[in-house]
């Protein structure tokens, strides 16, 4: 019977450490800054499970009885831990208030299991012996823990279902523990009742772990993260989920790589092509290198300025070998020119000329952003622009936001050009509409360049013509005074999302 | 090396202090600009040295505020560059000065001007001048961006300054009353930028009480108005609704139509306009010439300004007027001459405090605080990211006589001013002694003229501003209200009056 103590103390073990991973993983994917989150959970952690051994000594008979119901309730909690933070992330505001207070618990729940049973097997070993054996497996436990979890658990079973198989262990323990110590135990009836409803609670759990998974994570980011930063500028995250890459800027998506095509030369062939000869192309924003990528299928294009205010942005577009595939190093050719500024004052500052600028900024979600949605920034712009040159600007959805889309229209208008609003399917983003602004007429171009895949000479017309759900609205211009845009985008998709 | 235990422990504890100590942010600054050391000297009407040249030149401008600057710029532009600007410090700009860090330029006094109606016409004039009105366009990047103001209240922000928040139908039904009231003595035409265009003895009644008392005769009982009431007069006059003629409380609201454009504002404030003056008309001033005598004849008038005398045809005297009886001859005292000392400082920000619930404004206020609130430098800012910032603090010590603030100016020291911002700012900013590097700190004596009751009507303004001898008075303080067109007004005026008579 000793060899099966000690196993108990070994399962025990690995429960405690993977419930700990467990946190630590969720917080790193969750909340980034994985340094700090594991630091603070294992720390937590320890300092609770010696609270829990300090406890233990307050514990004085039935220690048996007490033992198995500290296994049941940690494979309750401990199983069902990972669930629960993803749920709190998703659902709640106090996401750390929830994970701390969980790790306190389990932890206090862990110091006080080995304590115990020292002391329920004492009379069986020699001291020294019990010391030497229940640590030994503790760590054999701990072990095996920390290389299952990244090796096979994460990998194969998620992080729900690595909880919860745990869990189960857990309870396991404590029905095993139901018949190891059978001569310590009173009302072993009733024990191995709630052992059996545990079991099959966290059993159900296991089974609908994908649903549990599935409800958080629609609230989070559908996929796995494989890159989070939090840049002096922005926080910076992708996400990969089979062959599809992600690139989120402030929680905001701002491609899939599944269709980002469809946006990219959606943004840039409707102009460009139309540019008779154009040699220099002005990209404001687009630090990802996709809108580069269509630009450098016009050979007689000789220079392409990208403005883009966030170094790590352009950096990682031009370094990331998933990124570079995606873009096709783009950023690395030669007739690319990146500069890392804030695009307003480098547009007054600048005196270039160029005959095709894509003006491709996130949404006007602040005021901060707004002010690159100005008349004051357009008449800016415009000045650069060469006489037979064309601007686009992405000018969010005219579906979901069609105030805001007919408001930045009516705001380069105002700034004294010509425009051709368009709008195209993007499946990830919806449907989604650009301005195309000028000096003069604009004739769609009648041959693009070769291997596009979703911009076509026979398509373009279409692009151009707004159905009544889209149709023009009379808006005010936006201007750095009156910020309408900002408060017109906010109710836009306030309406959406209630 | 060996280190000596003592030494060792010495070092160690050294490190923990260092680590005690760090949330308390190192803060620099000092007194700016202290002007009171030289005005003073004025006061004992000694020690002057006698004149060792004399400079004969037709037009001599004493005082380089924006009507010293304005006169100038008159002058100038109608092709008369025969004069000569005496500044008195070493930064031309009066009350439309400003300074300049690392991170931005910032003002030290005035920071707007509203968007003049078509009565101001010279402002006009100059903003096409200057290319902030242009095809009758104002230039979207001179008009203050939103949001614009912010008002914390009862723990939380709101957008704009007038209360809108916890207001009961009782405040409710007395705005209201107001606004109308306004909107009547708008309509009378009377209420005007410049005053002169307007004022009619029709309203003379106004000027003889108090603002507090004209509000309570209307039934207006109201806590948050009266504390909007008392903010208007302290942000404009530098005096309390009390201390305030009742006409002019009523011409801060009743003057200018309510537009939506915003103030015309610039990083450095009215500094702004100041520097693009002093582009057109920086040839013809000299600083730092401190002016202690003024003699009239008969053909003329000298002026002593340090070692030289200047003998001039006309001189336009566009420093504040209460220094015309320590400068000029047999000069009679004045009574109807009261002004408001202010303090304004300009911090530094190493970031911005943390502040929920509301985006950074341009102008932030307090409710029932005792300051006017501050101004963001780096709001005009194209950027959009900013880090760093500095904000300009305002506050007209208001409350207590003009006097023994000015004395209360003089005898505290730096360090208790920056304590006293800082406790005001701390109460909605609580992180703010992590965030600012430096304060700076300008003490204004006499800052602005205050429209106590009374002042307006004048008898003793009226006459100075119609004087018609060698000598020609052009500050703000003619009108009896400090502000940017009024200064304007008077300094355009008084190169206009000269043209004339030299020409004529």
Redesign the interface.
């Known amino acids: 019977m000793g060899i099966l103590v000690f196993i108990s103390v070994l399962l025990v073990a690995a429960c405690g450490l993977i419930y700990e991973l467990v946190a630590g993983t969720l917080a790193s994917y969750l909340v980034g800054d994985s340094v700090f989150q594991f630091s603070t959970i294992i720390g937590t952690y320890l300092f609770a499970m010696g609270i829990g051994s300090a406890l233990s000594r307050y514990i004085h008979g039935g220690l048996a009885n007490r033992f198995v119901w500290i296994e049941l309730l940690l494979g309750v909690i401990g199983g069902f831990s990972s669930a629960l933070l993803m749920l709190a992330f998703a659902f709640t505001q106090g996401f750390e208030l929830i994970l701390y207070a969980l790790v306190m618990v389990m932890g206090v729940l862990v110091g006080l299991e080995i304590p115990l049973l020292m002391r329920m097997v004492r009379d069986r070993y020699e001291f020294r012996d019990v010391i030497a054996h229940v640590l030994t497996f503790d760590y054999l436990g701990a072990l095996g823990a920390s290389l299952l979890f990244p090796i096979l658990l994460v990998p194969r079973l998620g992080l729900v279902r690595s909880a919860m198989l745990f869990g189960l262990i857990n309870a396991g323990v404590a029905l095993w523990s139901t018949f190891l110590f059978v001569d310590q135990l009173s009302a072993t009836r009733g024990l191995r009742l709630a052992c059996l409803v545990v079991l099959c609670a966290l059993g159900t759990g296991m089974a609908e772990a994908q649903q549990i998974t599935a409800t958080a994570e629609d609230n989070i980011y559908a996929d796995e993260i494989i890159f989070a930063r939090d840049t002096h ?1 922005q926080h910076l995250v992708l996400t990969r989920f089979k062959d599809d890459l992600r690139l989120f800027l402030n929680s905001h998506l701002q491609f899939s790589s599944r269709d980002e095509y469809r946006y990219h030369e959606a943004l840039v062939h409707p102009g460009l092509a139309a540019v008779p000869a154009p040699r220099r192309v002005l990209i404001l924003g687009g630090g990802d290198g996709l809108a580069v990528r269509e630009i450098l299928k016009y050979p007689l294009v000789e220079s392409i300025t990208v403005v883009d ?1 966030d170094p790590e942005m352009t950096r990682i577009f031009s370094s990331n070998p998933m990124l570079t595939k995606l873009n096709d190093r783009s950023l690395l050719s030669p007739r690319v020119h990146v500069i890392n500024a ?4 480098w547009v ?1 500052g600048n005196a270039d000329s160029f005959d095709f600028i894509v003006i491709d900024f996130p949404d006007p979600t ?4 707004g ?2 949605y ?4 357009y008449r800016a712009v415009s000045r650069h622009l060469s006489a037979q040159g064309f601007l686009v600007v992405q000018s969010t959805s005219p579906m979901f936001a069609r105030d805001s889309f007919w408001c930045i229209a009516e705001t380069l208008k105002q700034a004294g050009l010509e425009t051709h609003p368009y709008h195209v399917y993007v499946p990830s983003f919806g449907e989604w509409g650009f301005v195309l602004a000028g000096r003069h007429e604009y004739k769609p171009p009648t041959s693009l360049p070769a291997s596009l895949r979703f911009v076509s000479v026979d398509g373009l017309p279409a692009l151009f013509q707004f159905p009544p759900d889209m149709a023009p609205l009379p808006m005010p211009a936006n ?5 309408v845009l900002v408060r017109t985008y906010e109710n836009d998709w306030k309406d959406i999302s209630h | 090396m060996k280190l000596a235990r003592r030494r060792f422990l010495g070092l160690g504890s050294a490190a923990l202090a260092g680590l005690f100590l760090k949330g308390d942010k190192r803060i620099e600054g000092s007194f700016v600009h202290d002007s009171f050391p030289r005005g003073h000297l004025l006061r004992g009407r000694a020690g002057f040295p006698p004149a060792k040249r004399v400079e004969k030149i037709p037009v001599v401008i004493v005082g380089g505020g924006i009507a010293g600057l304005s006169a100038a710029w008159r002058l100038r532009k109608r092709g008369f560059s025969d004069f000569v600007l005496l500044e008195m410090s070493s930064q031309p700009g009066g009350n439309a000065r400003w300074g300049q860090n690392e991170i931005t330029a910032y003002p030290w006094a005035a920071h707007y001007v509203p968007v003049p109606g078509p009565q101001a016409a010279y402002v006009r004039e100059l903003f096409e001048d200057l290319g902030v009105l242009k095809n009758g366009q104002w230039e979207e990047r001179y008009l203050a961006f939103s949001p614009q103001e912010r008002l914390f209240l009862y723990g939380r922000w709101q957008e704009g300054l007038e209360p809108v928040i916890g207001l009961t139908p009782k405040d409710r039904d007395q705005f209201e009353r107001l606004e109308n009231l306004f909107r009547e003595f708008r309509q009378s035409g009377s209420f005007t930028v410049p005053v002169e265009l307007g004022l009619s003895s029709k309203f003379q009644d106004l000027d003889g009480i108090s603002f507090s008392d004209w509000l309570r005769q209307q039934g207006c009982d109201s806590r948050l108005l009266n504390w909007y009431m008392n903010y208007a007069c302290r942000d404009d006059y530098g005096a309390l609704a009390r201390d305030t003629s009742a006409w002019a409380g009523v011409h801060y609201f009743s003057s200018r139509p309510p537009e939506e454009k915003g103030p015309l504002t610039w990083p450095e404030g009215n500094g702004w306009i100041t520097r693009r003056l002093l582009e057109r008309v920086g040839g013809n001033i000299r600083t730092s010439q401190m002016v202690h005598r003024i003699t009239e004849t008969r053909r003329g008038a000298s002026v002593f300004a340090e070692e030289t005398e200047f003998q001039a045809q006309f001189v336009i005297f566009a420093a504040p007027t209460f220094l015309a009886p320590y400068l000029l001859e047999d000069f009679p005292p004045l009574h109807d001459f009261v002004y408001s000392p202010w303090l304004t400082a300009n911090l530094t920000l190493d970031r911005y405090p943390e502040s929920r619930g509301a985006e950074p404004s341009w102008d932030t206020v307090f409710l029932d605080s005792p300051t006017l609130g501050y101004v963001d430098a780096m709001h005009q800012s194209l950027r959009t990211h900013v880090d760093r910032t500095v904000w300009t603090f305002y506050w007209a010590l208001a409350e207590g006589a003009p006097a023994e603030n000015r004395q209360l100016l003089l005898e505290k020291n730096w360090a208790y001013w920056k304590e006293a911002i800082l406790h005001d700012l701390e109460r909605v900013h609580t992180d703010i002694r992590q965030c600012v590097s430096r304060i700076d700190i300008l003490r204004m004596g006499h800052a602005m003229i205050r429209p106590a009751v009374g002042s307006i009507f004048s008898e003793e303004r009226r006459r100075l501003r119609r004087r018609n001898g060698r000598i020609l008075f052009a500050n703000s303080d003619l009108s009896g209200i400090s502000i940017f067109e009024e200064a304007q007004y008077h300094g355009v005026e008084a190169a206009q009056k000269v043209l004339g008579r030299l020409h004529g």
């Open positions: 500028y205010l804030d695009a307003f004052p007054d602040n005021y901060s952003l002010k690159l100005t008349t004051a920034f201007q750095l005074n009156s910020q």
